[in-house]
């Protein structure tokens, strides 16, 4: 009996020009141009996409998420990065 | 608790999602994968009593919504199978889980098909009690699970009302048209109601399965709620619902129905049901003369490859 899956492949889709790719599922396919085609049957059977990219599971790279703080850690104090940090006359307008 | 444990149910807490790579405790992950799989091998198997009458659909209006019915079921198959699998778990698995028994589908599609009204009723009681279900789950606590149900209920709605459109005509049709929808009526209402699962009291996962919002309803909340909202619609066909215990109870502000035959119930859970045994040699069946298909379309990929590579 086969004991190979199929790959593993991620979905993204554009719902409509203008808009970036999101992440829409994941499906089973032997090669990119099966991938692409069920990622169309699957999930753009009422329009939800004019644009799709297919990538291998396995080629995608994450953070850990239980490192996050971490990771995430240098971004956390730095709110002179926001607008808010920088005070303003009152009277002024359109700044 | 450790902090992992404690960081979990802070996201519990704050309503926040569990996302696959977060720490999750072991028995939260089995009953995920216990409970997504059996949700797709239902999507999957309640294909097979639907799909029996594509052929023989009376027109092409309603040849066309049950086949595009079917397709989308497929879909939810998949959305689902995808979900299980970020738990760690990989598809020839949850299949093999389903062909030898161990995993469970919905006991709802071991009941035949065997008038084309059956099919009306499919598509009003049946995805009726399942959107019911699967509205509540779009709040599961588990990411992957609740994305799926969203996209699960976009879809679902066109279901249940091109059962009830089948439901209408029948009902207003000629005198045997609606005998046969009273017909269906009267051996899918009590399957559909079983379809919520045994009452609180009786319910093994549940209590565990709410703690970890994993479910937000209870399984009798859900059947009085289906029960509320359905019963106008058959009063509206102009058929009976079969139960003699059914009334409006004004202080409760709900109806009151009889007792379920759980006997029948768990029968069918236990694999006695009327088709059980015909639905899981279908599957297998589809699946081992499938297993030819899946193997070349792999040697082929693997050829494109090694060809690229030795250029
Ligand atoms: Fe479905
Ligand atoms: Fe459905």
């Known amino acids: 009996m086969e004991k190979k899956n199929w790959p593993l492949w991620e979905v993204f889709l554009r719902s409509r020009s203008g808009l970036h790719h999101v992440h829409a599922g994941s499906l089973h396919a032997a090669d990119s141009e099966m991938a692409l085609n069920n990622a169309r049957d699957v999930y753009t059977r009422r329009n939800e996409g004019v644009s799709i990219w297919v990538i291998e599971s396995k080629n995608i790279i994450a953070n850990d998420p239980s490192e996050s703080e971490s990771f995430f850690e240098p971004a956390s104090d730095k709110i002179y990065r926001h607008p808010t940090f920088y005070e303003m006359p009152n009277e002024l307008k359109h700044i | ?311």
Not at chain 2, 134 to 159: D, N, W
């Open chain 2, 1 to 311: 608790m450790d902090k992992f444990e404690q960081a979990f149910q802070n996201k519990l807490d704050n309503e926040e999602k569990i996302e696959p790579k977060d720490w999750m405790p072991e028995k939260y992950r089995k009953t995920l994968i216990r409970q997504i799989s059996q949700h797709a091998h239902s999507e999957i198997v309640g294909m097979l009593p639907e799909g029996n009458w594509i052929t023989r659909a009376p027109s092409m209006r309603r040849k066309i919504g049950l086949l595009a019915k079917v397709q989308d079921e497929a879909g939810h198959g998949l959305y689902l199978y995808s979900a299980a699998e970020t738990l760690g778990i990989d598809r020839a698995e949850l299949f093999d889980q389903l062909h030898s028994g161990i995993a469970k589908y919905s006991s709802i599609f071991n009941y035949p098909t065997i008038s084309w009204s059956d099919i009306g009723a499919i598509g009003w009681l049946v995805d009726g009690a399942a959107i019911m279900n699967q509205v509540m789950l779009t709040r599961a606590s588990y990411g992957p699970y609740a994305r799926a149900m969203v996209r699960i209920c976009k879809e679902e709605s066109f279901h249940q009302r091109q059962g009830y459109e089948m439901m209408v005509s029948l009902a207003n049709g000629t005198e045997e048209q609606k005998e046969m929808a009273q017909d269906s009526l009267n051996r899918w209402w009590w399957p559909s109601l079983m379809m919520f699962g045994p009452s609180n009291a009786e319910s093994t996962h549940s209590a565990q399965s709410m703690a970890w919002k994993i479910k937000r309803k209870s399984n009798d909340d859900l059947r009085q709620q289906f029960v509320d909202v359905t019963v106008p619609q058959a009063e509206y066909l102009g058929l009976k619902i079969p139960d003699d215990k059914l009334k409006w109870n004004e202080e409760r502000g709900h109806y009151d129905f009889g007792e379920i035959n759980w006997d029948e119930f768990w029968e069918v859970v236990k694999g006695n049901g009327p088709c059980n045994k015909e639905r899981l040699e279908t599957r297998v069946k589809a699946h081992e003369n499938g297993a030819w298909v899946r193997e070349a379309a792999m040697a082929y990929s693997e050829k494109l490859n090694t060809a690229v590579n030795h250029k």
